[in-house]
């Protein structure tokens, strides 16, 4: 078996406060591949390695085992090896949501309006530095040859810094026929603004003087040298420049050719923006009920509440549930006015069974630059709910009373089991006015009531 290089590690944010970290916590993104191996195999621990792995900690531990690598052989000559099954089953969940990828953008909850949704896998978006269709009009990458200024820490700077200095020669010559090509396009300008023949127009002959007084005036005006470094360079756009700096000099960044606007902010992504999750381009599919028909929405899913509304760690923070294993934030509040807050959703709540769920609709998906997964969903209407006969779960009352107590005073069992054609009604039942029930005496009162009441004939 080929060794397969380990993709980097997240890195943490940098930060001056005290970070609790795991080392068997689930990474982000899976940075090795996933091994399986046939059941033949797996009685006999061969998995295609130097040596056979127990099945203590791959068959007997799991149905489905599934490994990663973390060293084919170490000083100790053990096979270094773990269970892959929180991404696997990751990937499994998600494409149960038959969601396609999109690329990233805001999603505003405070109102109704879903997100646009636009493929990766579109031909005037999926390009990267080498993409023969990059020189078409209104052609966008995703990867660019030069770093992310504004993601480099100061060491990294120094040495890109370093790097640039010893390849001065040919960026030289990149920038004279940059030049050229300038002074060309203004002369058939020129020539056209003055009526005359564009095929006699040759390019003019540049002197290094010339050039060396262009490169004066660029260094001069930060406004026209950062549109040219950024493109000599190949570098990604840099955010957008505060509004206390405005009024200063700064260095000015084009126009962003990454794919999604929100790359400008956050970063190029580390990898593709669909992540090899889905190769779907659209939501253009039918959701067939085997009763129903076809339908409009999906069926929902089951969204486990992680933690709810309130202050965490000093801030109000947004409730997070868990969807598909994903970890989705603020699933959508401005939806429950209509319908209801969850039962657990802004306070813990041990008393429901099996903790605190809901179903939601997923809308969006996406991958954002740190390779983390963007779940986007709304809580699921009746008219998604109503084909599968999913209902939400209903806290019960304070009180609690029997079925024939909640019908009020119209029926009321038997004790010996025999069941009447007909009920047995309190004698003018019908045109008094039900009195409303506010506790137990009330209910004590009301069931005593119709033991008492006479059997009609």
Same mark, same amino acid.
């Given at each position: ?46 998995? &295609? ?18 490994v990663r690598m973390n060293a084919l052989d170490t000083y100790e000559h053990v096979t270094d090896f773990e269970s892959a099954a929180d991404h696997t089953m990751t990937l499994e969940k998600f494409q149960e949501l038959h969601m396609p990828m999109s690329l990233p953008s805001k999603v505003n909850y405070a109102t109704s309006m879903t997100p646009r949704h636009q493929s990766p896998f579109e031909s005037f978006v999926d390009n990267t530095e080498t993409s023969k269709t ?158 129903? &028909? ?15 509304? &309130? ?55 996406a991958v954002d630059s740190d390779g983390r997964i963007g779940l986007s969903s709304y809580r699921a209407g009746s008219t998604a709910k109503a084909p599968y006969g999913i209902k939400d779960y209903k806290k019960p009352n304070a009180i609690s009373i029997t079925e024939a107590a909640r019908q009020g005073a119209h029926a009321v069992p038997r004790m010996d089991g025999h069941r009447p054609n007909s009920p047995r009604f309190r004698a003018g039942a019908e045109k008094a ?25």
């Amino acid at each position: 078996m080929a060794a397969v290089r380990a993709l980097q590690a997240p890195q943490a944010p940098p930060s001056s406060r005290i970070v609790n970290e795991s080392n068997s916590a689930t990474l982000p993104h899976p940075i090795r591949a996933s091994i399986v191996t046939p059941q033949s195999s797996l009685a006999r621990g061969d998995w &295609g390695l130097k040596r056979a792995l127990p099945s203590k900690s791959t068959s007997e531990k799991s149905s489905r085992p599934v490994v990663r690598m973390n060293a084919l052989d170490t000083y100790e000559h053990v096979t270094d090896f773990e269970s892959a099954a929180d991404h696997t089953m990751t990937l499994e969940k998600f494409q149960e949501l038959h969601m396609p990828m999109s690329l990233p953008s805001k999603v505003n909850y405070a109102t109704s309006m879903t997100p646009r949704h636009q493929s990766p896998f579109e031909s005037f978006v999926d390009n990267t530095e080498t993409s023969k269709t990059l020189g078409e009009a209104g052609a966008k990458q995703f990867r660019h040859t030069g770093p992310w200024l504004a993601g480099q820490t100061e060491a990294e700077f120094a040495g890109y810094l370093k790097q640039i200095r010893r390849q001065k020669p040919e960026l030289l010559q990149k920038m004279r026929e940059r030049f050229d090509s300038k002074r060309y396009a203004e002369a058939r300008k020129l020539a056209q603004d003055n009526g005359e023949d564009l095929e006699n127009v040759k390019p003019p002959k540049i002197t290094d003087a010339e050039f060396n007084t262009y490169i004066k005036s660029l260094r001069e005006d930060p406004f026209a040298l950062g549109p040219v470094v950024f493109e000599l360079l190949d570098l990604p756009s840099a955010p957008t420049v505060p509004s206390e700096r405005i009024g200063r000099k700064y260095f000015q960044s084009p126009g962003t050719k990454l794919s999604a606007p929100e790359y400008a902010v956050t970063g190029p992504p580390k990898t593709h923006p669909s992540a090899g999750l889905s190769y779907a381009r659209s939501h253009a599919s039918v959701y067939n009920h085997p009763q129903h &028909g076809p339908q409009a929405y999906q069926k929902p899913v089951e969204a486990r509440i992680l933690r709810p509304k &309130g202050r965490f760690k000093g801030r109000v923070s947004k409730a997070i549930a868990g969807v598909g294993g994903i970890a989705v934030e603020d699933l959508n509040a401005m939806t429950f006015i209509d319908q209801g807050t969850p039962p657990g959703l802004t306070a813990f709540d041990a008393t429901i069974p099996g903790g605190a769920k809901y179903w939601v609709s997923p809308i969006r998906a996406a991958v954002d630059s740190d390779g983390r997964i963007g779940l986007s969903s709304y809580r699921a209407g009746s008219t998604a709910k109503a084909p599968y006969g999913i209902k939400d779960y209903k806290k019960p009352n304070a009180i609690s009373i029997t079925e024939a107590a909640r019908q009020g005073a119209h029926a009321v069992p038997r004790m010996d089991g025999h069941r009447p054609n007909s009920p047995r009604f309190r004698a003018g039942a019908e045109k008094a006015p039900r009195k409303t029930m506010r506790g137990t005496e009330d209910i004590a009162r009301s069931l005593m009531e119709n033991l008492n009441a006479p059997k009609k004939d």
